[in-house]
């Protein structure tokens, strides 16, 4: 050991004077995080995601702060939890290698058009809603969000509108397999309701 303990002492005082700084590039790091982020999603919703920062662990969980989706909504927190494994084969690209999603405190706008057609699952399958699943095959979590719901098409046969707010929302989605989508989301309803 003591013959190890100058080669140490000099790599110690090479690194800390030659300006490393770990907390530079902890800060880099996730800087570059946030702007692959902020691409990868923008592509997803087929417009310009917003992210003001990320952080998180890095190695299985990634922490996206004030997510903005124009159009759609934002959240305090999004939280991606990953199999690096996955993502190490997959070469650097993190849907395949996602295993959940978690929406903090989400404040979303969720619309149905009159031919039945949801505009986010467009958003995710890239065409309409007969587009087929979001290439994400994991859970989605939503964690005391908000949620308005717009129908244009409504319940019954002929095309009725119908809007409500709910608040408080927590559940999960599994949308682990292709032509599955299993739920449970709970929610206080009615905060707002409106319905022609």
């Known amino acids: 050991m003591k ?3 100058p080669l140490i002492l000099l790599l110690t005082v090479v690194l800390f004077s030659s300006g490393f700084s770990l907390k530079e590039w902890r800060s880099s790091l996730y800087d ?14 087929q417009r310009r995601v917003a992210i003001e920062s990320a952080g998180g662990l890095i190695i299985g969980r ?12 934002r959240a305090d927190q999004v939280i991606l939890t990953y199999n690096p494994i996955k993502y190490a084969f997959a070469k650097g690209d993190m849907v395949p290698a996602l295993t959940k999603i978690t929406v903090v405190n989400g404040d979303f706008r969720i619309e149905r058009d009159r031919r039945g057609n949801f505009e986010i699952l467009s958003s995710f ?33 002929t095309p009725a ?4 707010r709910a608040a408080a929302v927590n559940g999960a989605l599994d949308l ?6 299993k739920f449970s ?6 905060e707002f309701v409106k319905a022609q």
């Open 62 to 73: 990634i922490d996206l702060n004030n997510f903005t989706v124009p159009g759609i909504g």
């Open 161 to 164: 509108y119908f809007e409500v």
């Open 125 to 157: 399958s890239g065409g309409g809603a007969a587009g087929g699943p979001p290439p994400f095959h994991g859970w989605l979590i939503l964690k005391n969000c908000r949620a308005d719901y717009v129908d244009q098409r409504g319940f019954g046969r």
């Open 3 to 5: 013959k190890f303990a």
């Open 176 to 181: 682990r397999k292709k032509d599955r989508v």
């Open 32 to 45: 570059s995080i946030k702007k692959q982020a902020e691409g990868e999603f923008s592509a997803l919703f």
């Open 185 to 190: 989301v709970s929610g206080k309803i009615p």
